[in-house]
């Protein structure tokens, strides 16, 4: 290991991704796992057509405890949260005070407290946030002794359920507190590839037993940070930091869908979060640009960072991800362009090394979600 190397956390499961060959890299102050021996391509597939377990320990785990937790968690994001029920989970976003996202998050009434799972690059961040934002009103518990898989794919419900029979009965965006041999385990239905599958909390020190176990089971094969990245971005999920981040506001981000309608001006409990204004007034009024999904002529890949032109040549966008999908068996994108071209059929093109690449605005996602809803 080099100095900078040596400086890199591990999760609890570090020794069995490089027992089973994971090619470790840095990312968000983390060694992790970006493929293993079988490579991306194949560890996307697998997971599209059986099951892949992902290790996303790295990622923030919070609980929230107090009666007064999900009044004071709406001030934070604008998100139904005192409407959420028992065991049922919610995408959710912090946002600042100019409407941009500061990250975005997952939230779950857990009956007697509530549960967060942030992104690992912002979660210090965030865990400061959430301690000065909330204090006086409710605990806040970081779980740095939990680690947190995801198994995914069509299989999954099958592979939990031959240690956990009542994981089956959870639909999407469901939870339940589960013993898995032995463990003291929190699952909620969920994931971030499009898939049916679950993610499982589970206490650092059972996590490499759990794994190896989840990996005995029919199916089930190991997947690392480049075939998430493939699967979400098919799936038109966001990255953060790549798709949004403070300088976009939801509603930019076409993620209308994630403002409760209980939080917006004609809702329940209008605003009180941060960048209410802001978020509102463009609500009502619209925005100069939004992101869309970009279909590339051709098999090359159009990257991060590339703009996007119109026929008169004049810059309209840029492209925020891009690379090869392997169930689309194409290059596919998305990006931010001004509203006037995020029509779905609108032809533009992208810039890569200097030269145009003729690309076309599609409808997201590029691949069917598979969630389980019952």
Request: aromatic share 6%; charged share 25%; with cysteine.
């Amino acid at each position: 290991m080099t100095g900078e190397d040596a400086e890199l956390q591990q999760t609890p499961l570090h020794d069995l991704h490089v027992a089973l060959g994971g090619k470790m890299v840095a990312f968000a102050g983390y060694a992790m796992p970006v493929n293993y021996r079988d490579g991306i391509i194949k560890e996307h597939r697998h997971t599209r057509a059986r099951a892949g377990l992902f290790d996303v320990s790295h990622m923030g785990q919070v609980r929230l405890h107090g009666a007064a937790a999900a009044e004071a968690m709406e001030s934070l994001v604008p998100v139904d949260v005192t409407g959420l029920a028992a065991n049922h989970q919610r995408y959710a976003l912090f946002t600042s005070r100019t409407g941009g996202i500061l990250d975005d998050l997952m939230i779950t009434n857990a009956g007697d407290h509530l549960f967060l799972v942030v992104n690992a690059a912002c979660k210090d961040q965030d865990f400061a946030l959430l301690h000065d934002g909330l204090a006086g009103r409710c605990e806040v518990e970081e779980l740095p002794g939990r680690a947190l898989l995801a198994i995914q794919g069509p299989g999954a419900s099958a592979a939990l359920a031959a240690l956990a029979p009542e994981a089956a009965a959870l639909v999407f965006m469901t939870a339940a507190r589960l013993d898995i041999d032995g463990a003291d385990c929190f699952v909620t239905r969920s994931g971030y590839t499009g898939e049916d599958g679950f993610e499982i909390s589970v206490p650092a020190d059972r996590a490499e037993a759990l794994a190896r176990r989840l990996l005995e089971q029919d199916g089930v094969a190991p997947a690392g940070l480049g075939a998430r990245d493939t699967l979400r971005l098919e799936a038109g999920l966001c990255l953060y930091g790549n798709d949004i981040d403070a300088g976009t506001t939801p509603v930019e981000a076409s993620l209308v869908w994630a403002l409760s309608k209980a939080r917006r001006a004609e809702g329940a409990r209008p605003g009180g979060f941060p960048g209410d204004e802001v978020i509102l007034r463009q609500l009502a009024e619209g925005v100069a640009r939004r992101r869309v999904g970009l279909r590339p002529e051709g098999r090359a890949p159009v990257r991060e960072g590339a703009e996007l032109i119109d026929e008169a040549e004049r810059v309209v966008g840029k492209v925020t991800s891009g690379l090869f999908g392997p169930t689309v068996g194409g290059p596919v994108a998305m990006g931010y362009v001004e509203t006037a071209h995020a029509k779905p059929g609108t032809a533009l093109r992208a810039l890569v090394r200097g030269r145009p690449q003729p690309l076309e605005v599609v409808r997201l996602p590029f691949v069917q979600q598979r969630y389980y809803r019952g």
